[in-house]
């Protein structure tokens, strides 16, 4: 099953990153955010992706050609213009790179790559947020419901802490809790093809109308996921997941 990420976004809201790379390829622990994404998906059996492009693209090509020099000690001859890997660390992917427009919306990007998605379902997800969603169970979920999409719901906690007041006294501080905001559309989603026909052009997001239709159509299923889920949108949220990881134990990692 192909996954496709949506990786051409310009996070405006995460500047002080994103004015030199694209948002996906903002570091947690030193990796980008993509390479922990198809972490996600690899370690769980989900190995062939489709990452759609667009702000300073060429970026995640040059990563993706580059590959195997990120992952691996090597010796170079530099006379003779020759490498020599050793101790490969790549993984089994298959990444097939699509130039979608810098300008191009979310839902016009999964549209312009259709034709590399081949007639049965397809996981599709951001290039901004990590989880640890069982994907065999949302997909196996997904074929059960038989709908055109489906989407992973979450709880997010709200942003802030919360007063309890007793008149004009403080009583009480409440910490953010999961579900104080209520389900949201966490990504992580399984389609069918038909699912391509609510998008209009390049100019529609994939959040509001095609997913808007599908639900009034009653085509879009909830798989709803009570894990971990955190999306980067500031750079406070980056630096919260570099906290994680740096402690040994994100809740995300669900690869040895």
């Avoid at 003779?80 to 810098?102: A, F, I």
């Avoid at 949201?184 to 994939?206: C, K, S």
């Amino acid at each position: 099953m192909k996954v496709v990420i949506l990786a051409g976004g310009l996070g405006t809201r995460i500047s002080e990153e994103t004015s030199a790379r694209p948002k996906p390829m903002v570091e947690i622990g030193g990796k980008p955010l993509l390479w922990h994404i198809m972490k996600i998906y690899s370690s769980q059996g989900f190995h062939d992706f489709v990452i759609c492009l667009g702000y300073r693209g060429y970026m995640i090509k040059e990563y993706f050609a580059n590959y195997a020099l990120h992952m691996s000690d090597v010796t170079l001859d530099v006379k003779k213009g020759r490498m020599k890997t050793h101790q490969n660390l790549s993984e089994p992917w298959r990444v097939t790179l699509v130039d979608t427009g810098e300008n191009t919306m979310t839902g016009g990007r999964l549209k312009r790559v259709a034709t590399y998605l081949g007639r049965g379902p397809f996981c599709l997800t951001y290039g901004d947020g990590v989880s640890d969603v069982d994907l065999r169970a949302l997909v196996a979920f997904h074929r059960k419901q038989r709908a055109a999409a489906t989407l992973t719901a979450v709880e997010a906690p709200s942003r802030f802490g919360k007063l309890a007041l007793r008149g004009d006294k403080v009583s009480q501080f409440r910490e953010k809790l999961p579900g104080d905001a209520g389900w949201i559309n966490g990504g992580f989603f399984v389609l069918e093809p038909e699912a391509l026909e609510a998008i209009g052009g390049d100019d529609t997001r994939w959040e509001e109308e095609p997913l808007r239709q599908l639900a009034r159509e009653g085509r879009l299923a909830a798989y709803r996921h009570k894990g971990f889920w955190y999306a980067v949108d500031t750079l406070r949220d980056k630096m919260h997941l570099d906290e994680l990881w740096a402690g040994g134990r994100p809740p995300w990692k669900t690869w040895k």
